[in-house]
Nanobody, 122 residues
Framework: QVQLVESGGGLVQAGDSLRLSCAAS????????MAWFRQAPGKKREFVAAISWSGSMQYYTDSVKGRFTISRDNAKNTVYLQMNSLKPEDTAVYFC???????????????WGQGTQITVSS
């Protein structure tokens, strides 16, 4: 079992930056693909970014390319999402997730955190 806990959310203004962290326990993350998803009010959950177990590959949804960066520190069993130039449309609950695969599909992820709220005001 893997337990994931996100942190770093909050209320910011458009153009600001935030860094989310996802700390894992119960199992080392070093063999797992990791990803961030988000869900805005009234909308379906959507993929944001994924990173391979080694960190050598990353994949982003088009709307965050060039603004968000996913990274990981396997020694700390933690995954990060650096978010720059935040926009109001980035407002959502952000979830981290772990999988035995490197994937952008939510159904491939077995473990999920509880989520952290990001609110971007205009």
């Amino acid at each position: 079992q893997v337990q994931l806990v996100e942190s770093g959310g909050g209320l910011v203004q458009a153009g600001d930056s935030l860094r989310l962290s996802c700390a894992a326990s119960g199992r080392t993350l070093s063999s797992l693909g990791m990803a961030w998803f988000r869900q805005a009010p009234g909308k379906k959950r959507e993929f944001v970014a994924a990173i391979s177990w080694s960190g050598s590959m990353q994949y982003y949804t088009d709307s965050v390319k060039g603004r968000f960066t996913i990274s990981r520190d396997n020694a700390k069993n933690t995954v990060y999402l650096q978010m720059n130039s935040l926009k109001p449309e980035d407002t959502a609950v952000y979830f981290c997730a772990a999988s035995s695969r490197y994937s952008w599909r939510g159904k491939d992820y077995n473990y999920w955190g509880q989520g952290t709220q990001i609110t971007v005001s205009s």
